[in-house]
Each structure stands twice: as structure tokens, then as C-alpha cells.
């Protein structure tokens, strides 16, 4: 376990931290904070495409108040059907409203087609914005953000949060602007054409507002979870599936599909509850329409009989209950639809919202010429937590060229003074300076420019073996990449494959842990930084392969300031300075001769190291 996890593993016990390539897992099942809040951040997320929505409305509106308006074109074709059948039919004005109809229709299917093309298109817009600025997001975040978030619920927010808001501003919103404006407008022309008939239908329908509203308030929380829950599993997911090998290794098949089991019934609890609610939808709206349809029947044959109503406006009236009661069952569809999308939108509003890394407005640049290489530490305090200090009173001085290791036990601390050194991390309290420049006061990048690493945990990208080496570094040559794979010895393996240095490896390529850590080395070498640091770079491969590397080492280190972190101290016998680490203090320093001769703990230490052989 490396110092980092060994202090993290605590922080919080409802969490896990992320280790290895394995994500850990969050909690499920958290309460929606604020539907409200959730709703107005995505409202204002969308206002650089506001004229785009706001004619896809009136687009839609348009089209609905031409469909309201049909029906009374309809009863105005049956009082003169009526009226010819006791004379002659007007077929001229029957004529004339069947075109003003098609008219009217034809530009409501075109109206609504041309609101589906801008949503369709904002939608795509609001997505790939957000997943830029998720993307963009990460690389602004502290790495204490990822100690304790799992790797597979930000994943989620990348794909199933953002398509949940895609789907529903795609569907939903066209759908409530349509829905409401065809309730309202139909209510209109139901009061305009008979007023009691339309008292009698509201009534019918008062009773599916009520159950509307009912599960609607009853399904929030259901789909909040949902959301959360398909973060969690996702999370869990990747995390067995990444560290498949140490799953069957040490027979956690059972225990794994028993988690899984406990979770995937969570989230179908949760699912089905909630698209239970969802469905109840369609079903209460028919059963409410086909009340209306009675209530109205019957009122209109009853005015009818006393001459208080034309047949006609029955036939209206069958048509406006029909674009009465629909619009509530499209409201409660797409209502139900907003419940998921706020608990989505709060989920990725809230990940945007995360603290950042702090500005670096104002931060100097670490020259390159007149580059020397000096570090040194001064009265360095951190922790990865509060008031849990590791580095306690951390003082040290690296001068140009030298190669310095720093050797302690497992949790002493040795690992956090690399993630300090590269600003991964800031300290509490102290100052670390390269060439007398204090990094706190330069950028993170002009850091890392000088620095090449090489880490315990290998990854491989998805690409060729080429492509890792070089990666990230422009303008690199095939005889340098052969030169680095040779100088660590994996020219002669990588020319038996099928494709040479052309083959395509991913992070679960066929290869061994120490052919990966060789490709890393070698990446090292072609990044060709002033300083070193190897984070038991060596810890991987057999002893022939160690010697080999550490020759390439030897020689890639020579004027070069380097930090190396090794378990196995027969590696840094020939360092210029040794720092022993323990419980976050330098409690030894000095060359590997003058540490032996003090007898202390480094001695006990490497001489334990032969004893265990």
C-alpha cells in the first residue's frame, strides 16, 4: 500500500478510495437536494441557446393552437351535412374548410417537425457541452477529489446523467409546451362552444390532476436514487472487471456476485418503483378521457333533447375532450421525465461545482536555460487529510546532478514526498524550491516539464507499443525510440511481434507487469527531462532485467538531478545521498557506506533485506 492510500483508508468509512486501476464505490440511495436548484442550473446552463428554444416554443405552440382550432371546423362541416339533409348540401363550403383544414394541419406537421429539428439540435449542443466541461473538469481537479470518488460514478455522469438531459430536453420539453398550450387552448374553445358541457368535462378531469400530482410528488425520490444507483454500479463494475485476476486469485468470485447481486437489486428496486410510477401515467389519463367521453356524452344528448346544444357540438366536444385529457397525460409523461432529468442535472451541476485546483494567474514559468537542477525541501508539513499529518518536518537538499534515494518503510511517507515534489499535491505549511524558485508559485505544467517519472503502477494507453512511448512528446524519431528500447531491453522482444512497434496494446494488453514497466522506462527515457524521479520503477522485473536497467538508468541520470524510491536497497548502493524516512521524518541521511558504518536503522534495514533471501 502506498503512503497515500495507507493515510486515506480512514477518511472516510462510508467511502472507498480509489486504488490501483480499480475504482472504489460511493454511496447510494442519496436524497435529492433540491429539485428546484436542479432545474434553474440547467435552465441556465441552456441560455446561450435560448433564441433557438424559444422558437422551438412558439414553433410548437404554433402548431397546437392549429390543431385546437380544427375541431370547430369540424362542427361547422356537420351543421351543413346536418342542414342538407333536409335540403341540399353546400358541397362549396364543404369544400372550402376541408382545404382551410389540410392547410392548418399541414402547417401544424410542419411546424412541429421544424420545433423537433432545434430541439434535436440544441440537445446535441447541451450534451457535447457538457461532456467538454466534465472532460475539461477532471484536469482541473485536485487528485484529492479522485482519493475518494469513484472513477466509475463520474463515468456516469459523463454518459448516463448527460443523456438522461439529452433525452429529456430532446422529448420533454417540445412535448409540455405542445401539452400546454392544446390544454388551454381547448379549454378555451370548450367554454367558447358550450360552457356547461365544458364545466361538466373539466370535472372528469379534476380527478387525474390530483393523481398526477399524487405520484408525481411519490416518484422524485425513486429516480433520484435510480441515478445514484446506476453511478454505483457502474463504479462497481469496472472495478471488478479491472482487477479481474486478484478477483479469481483469491476466490472472490462469491463475494463479488453476492455485492453485485445486493446492488443490481437496489437498482432495480429503484428502477422498477419508478418507471412503476411512470407507467401509471398512460393508464389513468385513458380511464379519465373515456370518463370525460361519458360525461360529455351524456350531457350533450341531454341538451340536445332539451335544444340547448346542436349535434354538432357534440361532435366538437368529443374532439376537444380528447385534446383535453391528452395534454395531461403528455404532462404527466414528461413531468415524470423532469424528475429523472433534475436528479441527473443535480448530479452533473454538482460535479462542475467541485472546488478546483487554485488559480495559477500570476505564476512564473521555470526557465529552461541556465537550468541547474537544485531542490530543496524546507520544513515540509502535509497531510491528505486533515489533522492527519505524514510529513511532519520534512528538510532536505538535492544539488544539481546528484542522485538521491529516499528509503523507508511502507507508509513512512516516501511516496508523498514525490506527489509534493511534482505539485500533485500542496503543502500545508514549508516550502520546496527548484533552483530557488518556490513551485507553489509556478505553474503545475512548467513542473512537470522538468520532471520525467517513472511509477510502481504501470498503464498502458489504448494505441501502438510507438505511441505509448512517445506519448504526449511531439517530433520524436523511430532511431529514438529503438535507442530507448534497447538501452532497457525491449528491442529484441518487441521486434518478435506481428506488427513490431506498430502492435496496438491496451491497458489489459497481453504482456507481462514487467514488459509494461519496461515500456514505461522507456517512455521516461524519450521524455528526456533535467531531473528523475523512479518511483520503484524497478520493483517489477527479474534481477538480470534490474541490472540491465539499472546500467540504463546510470546512464540516463548521469548530470541529471534524480529522486529514486526503492524497497530493494541494493539498487541505490551508489547514490550520492540517502534519505531514510519514518512515521514522516528523515531520521538518517548520507551516503550508503556512512549509513552502514552508523549501524542505525538503514543498517538493520538493508541487512534484513539478506536475511529474508
Not at 429539485?35 to 414553433?59: E, H, P, S, T, W
Not at 489533522?387 to 511502507?410: C, L, M, N
Request: proline share 2%; with cysteine; hydrophobic share 45%.
Amino acid at each position: 500500500m502506498t503512503d497515500k492510500e495507507y493515510e486515506i483508508g480512514d477518511m472516510n468509512k462510508n467511502k472507498r478510495p480509489h486504488r490501483g486501476h480499480g475504482p472504489g464505490r460511493m454511496a447510494a440511495g442519496e436524497k435529492a437536494d433540491n429539485f428546484g436548484q436542479a432545474m434553474k442550473d440547467l435552465i441556465q446552463y441552456c441560455r446561450k441557446y435560448a433564441v433557438m428554444i424559444i422558437g422551438a416554443v412558439i414553433l410548437a405552440a404554433a402548431g397546437t393552437i392549429l390543431n385546437v382550432i380544427g375541431p370547430s371546423k369540424l362542427a361547422d362541416i356537420t351543421d351543413y351535412i346536418t342542414a342538407g339533409l333536409r335540403s341540399t348540401i353546400d358541397v362549396d363550403a364543404v369544400v372550402k374548410i376541408c382545404i382551410t383544414l389540410a392547410v392548418m394541419y399541414g402547417l401544424g406537421f410542419l411546424f412541429s417537425m421544424l420545433q423537433g429539428l432545434i430541439m434535436a439540435d440544441v440537445t446535441q449542443k447541451v450534451s457535447k457541452g457538457l461532456r467538454s466541461e466534465i472532460s475539461e473538469k477532471i484536469n482541473r481537479l485536485p487528485l484529492s477529489f479522485f482519493d475518494h470518488s469513484s472513477t466509475g460514478d463520474i463515468l456516469s455522469r459523463v454518459t448516463n446523467d448527460v443523456d438522461t438531459l439529452s433525452q429529456t430536453l430532446n422529448q420533454s420539453l417540445g412535448t409540455m409546451v405542445s401539452a400546454i398550450t392544446m390544454f388551454f387552448g381547448s379549454l378555451i374553445m370548450m367554454f367558447v362552444t358550450n360552457w356547461i358541457m365544458a364545466l361538466v368535462g373539466i370535472g372528469a378531469t379534476i380527478l387525474g390532476f390530483g393523481l398526477m400530482m399524487f405520484i408525481v410528488k411519490r416518484s422524485q425520490k425513486y429516480f433520484m436514487r435510480q441515478q445514484n444507483q446506476l453511478g454505483a454500479i457502474d463504479g462497481y463494475i469496472e472495478e471488478i472487471y479491472a482487477g479481474h485476476t486478484i478477483v479469481k486469485a483469491f476466490n472472490g468470485e462469491e463475494k463479488s456476485k453476492k455485492e453485485f447481486q445486493q446492488m443490481n437489486h437496489d437498482l432495480y428496486d429503484s428502477a422498477w418503483k419508478s418507471q412503476f410510477m411512470s407507467g401509471m401515467m398512460q393508464p389513468l389519463m385513458g380511464f379519465v378521457g373515456n370518463l370525460g367521453y361519458v360525461a360529455v356524452c351524456v350531457t350533450g344528448a341531454v341538451l340536445t333533447m332539451n335544444g340547448m346544444a346542436e349535434f354538432s357540438v357534440i361532435i366538437a366536444f368529443m374532439l376537444y375532450i380528447r385534446l383535453f385529457t391528452q395534454p395531461l397525460s403528455q404532462i404527466a409523461q414528461a413531468a415524470t421525465s423532469l424528475q429523472s432529468a433534475a436528479a441527473a442535472s443535480e448530479r452533473v451541476f454538482r460535479f462542475l461545482r467541485e472546488e478546483e485546483m487554485p488559480s495559477e494567474e500570476g505564476a512564473e514559468v521555470l526557465p529552461s536555460t541556465d537550468f541547474k537542477g537544485n531542490v530543496e525541501f524546507e520544513h515540509v508539513k502535509f497531510g491528505y487529510a486533515p489533522k492527519r499529518t505524514i510529513i511532519h518536518d520534512f528538510s532536505a537538499i538535492a544539488k544539481q546532478g546528484q542522485k538521491v534515494a529516499i528509503v523507508g518503510p511502507t507508509g513512512a511517507g516516501k511516496t508523498t514526498m514525490v506527489n509534493l515534489l511534482m505539485r500533485f499535491y500542496d503543502t500545508w505549511s514549508g516550502e520546496i524550491r527548484i533552483d530557488g524558485h518556490p513551485i507553489n508559485q509556478m505553474t503545475r505544467a512548467s513542473v512537470h516539464d522538468h520532471f520525467c517519472m517513472v511509477l510502481q503502477d504501470t498503464w498502458l494507453f489504448e494505441g501502438t507499443i510507438k505511441e505509448n512511448i512517445i506519448y504526449s512528446k511531439k517530433n520524436v524519431s523511430d532511431e529514438t525510440v529503438i535507442k530507448a528500447c534497447k538501452a532497457v531491453g525491449l528491442h529484441h522482444f518487441i521486434t518478435t511481434l506481428p506488427h513490431g512497434y506498430d502492435t496496438v496494446l491496451n491497458d489489459q494488453a497481453n504482456l507481462s507487469v514487467g514488459q509494461k514497466q519496461l515500456i514505461t522506462i522507456a517512455r521516461a527515457m524519450v521524455e528526456d527531462a533535467p531531473m528523475l524521479i523512479l518511483d520503484e520503477a524497478t520493483s517489477s522485473v527479474d534481477t538480470r532485467t534490474e541490472e540491465l536497467i539499472q546500467k540504463a538508468m546510470d546512464q540516463l541520470m548521469a548530470g541529471r538531478t534524480s529522486f529514486v524510491i526503492a524497497h530493494r536497497l541494493s539498487t541505490i548502493r551508489n547514490a550520492d545521498l540517502i534519505l531514510v524516512m519514518k512515521d514522516g521524518d528523515i531520521i538518517e541521511k548520507g551516503t550508503h557506506q556512512q549509513l552502514l558504518d552508523q549501524k542505525g536503522f538503514y543498517a538493520d534495514l538493508y541487512n534484513s533485506q539478506f536475511e529474508l533471501v
